[in-house]
């Protein structure tokens, strides 16, 4: 039997790549989209290229008034959602896409590659946001392991459009401006340091102090990646040695030799991680490269669907790469 | 029983797309992939995205020696698979991506939203080009109800880097040239051109003269778009009418009111086609839209090896497009 | 003795070129710049890249209380200008770079390469569209020396997307939406179809019929490029030396026997043709490519500028192509 | 009296831009173009946007063989300048835009707006390269005040692709490629380090230790950006007042509030940096951008041209940024 969907905020992008991936999910039915603007329009009208989904209809987003579902995708602009998703009835379990809910009590946080056994039997899971998930990868096995400290880390990150988003509101977007351009924004202040600082800490078990995270807008419409600098004195083979155990069971964390390429990742749900390290210097370099949209959003959301389901966590996500 | 696949080629463009479609593929294993440059090496330090099937080796093409195979994709650059396709056993049905063997005797012309019934007995096929099939998509319909003459068909066609490829020769495809620029090329002579009039013959049923055929290179990796010209009395909506019967059974061509846009197709096996006419002026504008490496190369090979091996045309096809 | 100019609609893409050319330009003093939207901001706040004249104050847009100038240049958004600009003094000479005054009664058309001459003497001149600028170099020399016939021509244009601008209304632009991706608008219906079928009838002497003008986005920042489709037995080679005659004395037209690039012209007043045609067929192909902010917008108006002042046409355009 | 000025690599982009500023400056004459490539072409065949100097032929570039010169440019791949331009006669100035002369004895080292005085009277500089003329811009006032510690910076770089050049190496630059990727490459052994190490330890009379430096190639032709982490007990407003006071007296360094953008500097000799701090952390993040063609190479030449041979250092360096 299929599980019914609904997604909420299908005009967004992180909507619209949910939408894709339930369009072939063999195991979810889409039963319901809705949204704020675009009441009543056939979602085919928005996305040619949907297939036999594209006949749905945009509905008004009412929790209350909720056709029978099995899980909710909700990818709603920050401080949105609170109120609203509060109102879904406790039958339907909800992804949240948006950051509404990261590190709210009741909510799992759905950092899948990491800690999946306490997202399965959770009925609310806040998805990570898409620095965390690029930043997280990387930094996770280190962590774990205790071979970097948990101070003082930079993260030096750049994004494609579509995950600075319209929610940014110190870029603009427009095409003339953004092509040809690359600049650094949200100084000290990106409204993802406090989940990323969580859960650097929950992994290492520490206080962390000093993070530092630089975001970058770069003229590309998917893709992001994290350099990131630690101190440890520990060499780049260990490092990917114990971030190849560490994901042995992770079929969607690829811990590479080369530095990865934000293209490897592109209409997937994969990361790429790798290393370089120069112990003399108590140095650790990690980097992390995903699709924004894809294990930044859209694509680690169904993954969480798929574990909260008791379906393997793969369904639906198997698709490879779009290369070039 | 799943079909035994391989591909030929697996380092170009074409072969790289049909290794994605390959891949998540319900009917096919991939079990043989061959080519020149890269023997020996693991797909995967190619193709750093890929699932399971990363884990096969190039080998050394040579069609005496293949293993047992159902199905075998060519994507060999023009004039490098003629004698070498001629050797592969008659048990291997053959999906020629390249140019070599379109309107060759013993060879389908594998048009496929057009002539599906005639390619389900082949053996052989022969993909139709990029350009012929964004072309011909929009035009069939016309021809075939003659509400257009097959004569002085005027083509302004635009085509992303990956279309144009390596073989196009005249143009170089270094990022700092291409980008923020556009230019035409192969100005009445392009390569493409005696397949498109044959093609038109064919579905008219006329020999058709004066075929304008101009080509432009985009500054956009995927994506390619035919803007053609024609002669006819006809109103707009009696062609949306005609081609929305003409493809009433056909899951991948879209007929659309809004002139189509190549991003509607990006990553997915579609093509749109729409129409703008002017009966008091004799004129009708025909517009196809479609990914290069889709419909136009990878997309179509694997469609038609659906229809030969006896599967639904759609099977491992349903993706819907990479938006944005 | 300097020459005292003003810009109103300094936050536009034409306003902003036209402040790049005058702040380097020997002969034009920059001393008033207005505009709507941004009034009581310092120029170099909006673009961080200019000299001395970033100092200056954008001013509220009042034709009754400007400064004391010689020239005006307007950029203002379409149906805004007619109004304002009957009340600016008429010892204000005033080039308008919008489309409010083409083919308006007492306003020279400033197609500066065609007609320098009549351009001399007036005190309003309209600067010709981005889409005409690059359409009629390339038409003008044939059409003038009747090569081709007036009738039924084809205008298979594409611009990038500083070109299609805020006023074209029908397409979004951004960065997410309009990058890898191509398609037409406006079919059969564009704004700037009078204007060239004004300026073809009047440089044929005829009054022509069936112009056929189709626009298409392609997601790079600068660039147009017209790929014409015409009527004329004639050769390639004919169309090229009538072309160099034409042209002889006119520096920002390159007849070239390459087809265009748009790139040979970023960042300058340059417009290349070229040709390539098949009497046998009884076929023209002429081909113009400009910048759309140069030749297309405000590199135009600065010779148009130029020309009314007395001062050589050259003044101040001399830059060469930014490449890459 | 017009400086004789010749180039020799004019096939590069490096090379290519300087012949675009050489083509209006007021005080040079171009009289020589050599390469090894293309010899016999005239220049406007590779550069259809040059002026009067596209009538120039590229000559076979032999150093004993020059015509009468005041300024050579170099531009040469790296290695293949040492053995020839120590050739080149002791009357001719040289500028070397390529890398195998920095810091090498005999050399001027080219930091046009850190030590313009001592290039003064040079007849050799080496031009810095791109990422030391972006990243040193940003630190050289805070390490010239000690606001900084010299050790364990960490510059995390982005370049476009024009920058990454053809020495790169480790990435292709294929437009499929290189369109909507980003990677870092050349980790933790660039060749770059080194120079920009000297300059530090030279600015701040210190050996520093640890330097890092991670380049990143971004899908765009120009631009190039340094993000850079250092410790200091500084705030944000006292760096942004140091460096405003050390570069008082340089027209082409900008010190801005807002983070810079690569574009604002786009065909100009500019360099924008800012500051963000927090003294609490002992953090100071230091950006730098520029043009990786401008500053980042030709413009710097140009300008390191202009005070050797006793101009202002602004001739022909002043035209404003192209936007957009």
Known sequence: MRIKVGIVGVSGYGGGEALRLCATHPAFELVYVGGEGSVGQRLVERYPGLGKIGALTIEKWEPANLPKLDVLFASLPTGQSKEALARVPASVKVVDIGGDHRYVEG???????????????????????????????????????????????????????????????????????????????????????????????????????GLVFTPHLVPMTRGILATIYAKGKVTTERCMEIARAFYAERPFVRVTDKPPHTKWATGSNLVFVSYACDPARNLVIAMGACDNLGKGAAGQAVQNANIITGHAETLGLEGATLWP
Chains 1, 2, 3, 4 share one sequence.
């Open 107 to 209: 909510w799992a946080y759905g950092l899948a590659d990491v800690w999946p056994d306490e997202i399965k039997g959770a009925s609310r899971v806040a998805n990570p946001g898409c620095f965390p998930a690029a930043t997280l990868a990387a930094l996770a096995p280190l962590l774990a392991e205790k071979l970097i400290e948990p101070h003082n880390i930079i993260i030096d990150a750049k994004t494609g459009v579509s995950g600075a988003g319209r929610g940014g509101g110190e870029t603009t977007m427009g095409y003339g401006e953004v092509n040809e351009d690359l600049s650094p924004y949200g100084l000290l202040k990106h409204v993802h340091m406090p989940e990323i600082t969580k859960t650097i800490d929950r992994i290492s078990g520490a206080k962390s102090e």
